[in-house]
Every structure is written in C-alpha cells, then in structure tokens.
C-alpha cells in the first residue's frame, strides 16, 4: 500500500514563506540561530495528508534546519495498529505522533505510552483542548460536515437527517471508521446521542450508503458525481470547492463532532529535545498560520480560520464523553462493521 510506505518529507522554505509571509524571515533566522545545537533524526507519524505534512514540517525545517524529520503517514486506526505492533515486536519507533481525535489519544496515555512535556506554546491556546497532564495537545479543529456536488444537488441539504431522506437514497459515499480516525470519533459521538443513536447508521445502510477508506475518497466520489453527497471534514470540502470543483458543503444545523488533531510525544523517544521542538512548533503561532493557510481552523485564539470555514468559536460541536468514547471505539467499530458488512 502506498500510504504504508516510510518516507522521508523533502521540505521547502519558499513554501513556509508563501504561507507566513516574508515578515517572519527575520524572526526564523534568530530561532535558527538559537537552535544552532538541535540536531539528529525524528520519526513523526501521522494522518495528515502528505502535501499538508511537507507543507508544515517545511515551517519547522526552516526555524530548526538541524532536526530531521521523517513521516510515516497513514490512516489513524492503521497507524495505532502499526505503533501497537511496534510495542509488541520490541519497541516503538515513532517519536512524536499527529493524529485525529482525543480519543485516540486517551488509549496511548492509559497505556503509559506518551511523554508529559509542559509545552510554552500551549498557552495561546483553551485548555479544553490540552490533556490536563500535558500528554497531548490538540493543534486544529477539524469538523464533520455535509458535501454536496452542486449539479447533482442543487439544493443544499441542511442537517443530518437529510441523509435518510429518499433523495438521498443511493447517492451517499462515507469514510469508515476502521481507517478513519475522524469517522471513528462521529460515530462514537452520534451513536450516543439520543436524536441520532445506532438506528441514524442503520438508516444509512438502508439508504445505500457507500462505506470507502478515507475522507480523500468520499471528496473524489462528490467532485467526479459518483455520489451526490458525502459526509466528509469540513477542511477537505473547502480546499475542493476553492480549486474550483462543483462542490459545496454546510454545517449540519444540529452540530458537528469536532475532532482537534492531537500531537503528543512518544514516551520511548531517543530524541526527547527534537520533539519537544516539533511540537512547540505546531503549537506555535507560526504553525497555526500554516495550518490556516493549508486550510485548517485553528485553535489559537490570534490565528484566524481559513476562508469559507468557521472559526473554533462558532463551530457548535457535537460531544460525548471521552471515557466512553475511548472504552467503546472497538465495540463501535466491530458494530458498524455488523450494520455495513
């Protein structure tokens, strides 16, 4: 599989400085000076889109040219699969990891798997969002939302009901939440949640729905019209509508779950310092204007969202509670797989 194979992200400045702005320059040739000392090799893995990664990391390599970092990058569920492989067969290899949702999360801390590392950077950002141990840290919201190819749906639907409706019947495509951290995380959120529950996932099976892989799928099913809608994160929808796609999409009138694309640390790292730098450099300002500017909303409050997304503030979001979440993900997910198989 092509998203199972180790690579090494080459990275740019010219795109750090499309993205931040020549103003920064001065800025990052101080922190390179100071970070004279950072050196040695990193492994981050990852659920990022690659072209997304490069483009982050190509951030941090210009602040920290010293630091190499190299991706693993897969979907979540197959990057904990990997990782917990790893754990078995001798030790992890991962430093730091970048992945979907909290929950996920949650799992490796209670395994003493993660690193407590106080980061300075988290300060621009709600604790709501930060592990209160310091485990891990949320870096964007990431919301779950309804695609609609515009020729093949003129009207746009308006909430999640809408999908069981019989103009939708056959004309759903959806990422599965055995690869899918961000699936994953809505379908723990809307299973328990009484107006929508197991019988909403039932309702889509009936109306046909299309189960894919990832999110990148479901947009390719919505922009080529094999599928009229498609229940998709709220980033991947907009870059699509902004390249000009016949594509549109809306925030469901009942909510949204929300996942914040965690990053912790590997408690194992043989290089605790380069990834303590990577993540205060996600966390920082001048990473939350490159997540802005690859089309994320950010969670720092003195960064604003992309263009066509909400901003953190005006996102309601759907939630359940994360204990359960995290205690039920494998018997959610063994279900769905009942309902879709």
């Not at 702005?21 to 990022?48: C, F, V």
């Not at 979907?75 to 030790?91: D, F, N, P, R």
């Not at 103009?167 to 990422?175: D, E, N, V």
């Amino acid at each position: 599989m092509k998203n199972l194979a180790l690579f090494v992200v080459i990275v740019m400045a010219a795109v750090f400085l499309a993205a931040c702005g020549a103003g920064n320059d001065g800025a990052a040739q101080n922190a390179q000076g100071a970070n004279a000392q950072e050196s040695g090799r990193i492994l981050l893995y990852t659920s990022k889109p690659d072209e997304d990664t490069a483009i982050l990391l190509g951030g941090f390599q210009k602040v920290h040219p010293g630091i190499q970092v190299e991706v693993f990058r897969s979907g979540t569920e197959e990057v904990i699969s990997k990782l917990y492989a790893e754990k078995e067969g001798g030790g992890i290899l991962a430093d730091v990891l970048l992945l979907a949702d909290n929950v996920t999360f949650e799992r490796l801390k209670r395994d003493n798997l993660l690193m407590a590392y106080d980061s300075p950077e988290a300060s621009g950002i709600d604790s709501v969002y930060t592990d209160p141990d310091h485990m891990y840290y949320g870096t964007v919201a990431i919301s779950s939302v309804i695609a609609y190819n515009t020729k093949l749906a003129p009207t746009p639907p308006t909430d999640w009901a809408d999908m069981l409706s019989p103009q939708a019947a056959g004309k759903i495509s959806m990422a599965s939440p055995l690869y899918s951290g961000a699936a994953a995380y809505q379908l723990g959120v809307l299973v328990r949640l009484p107006r929508f529950g197991w019988p909403y996932y039932d309702g889509l099976k009936a109306a046909g729905a299309k189960v894919g892989r990832g999110n990148g799928g479901v947009i390719t099913d919505v922009v080529n019209g094999e599928k009229a809608y498609g229940l998709v994160i709220d980033y991947m929808a907009n870059n699509a509508k902004k390249q000009g796609n016949p594509i549109d999409f809306v925030y469901p009138a009942s909510g949204s779950a929300v996942i914040t694309e965690p990053a912790g640390i590997i408690k194992s790292t043989k290089n605790p310092e380069a990834a303590k730098r990577l993540l205060d450099f996600i966390l920082s300002k001048e990473g939350q204007i490159l997540q802005s500017s690859i089309g994320y909303v950010p969670l720092r409050k003195d960064v604003s969202a992309p263009e066509g997304l909400q901003n953190i503030s005006r996102i309601q979001a759907l939630a359940a509670d994360v204990s359960a979440l995290y205690e039920q993900r494998e018997a959610d997910k063994t279900r769905f797989t009942g309902i879709f198989q």
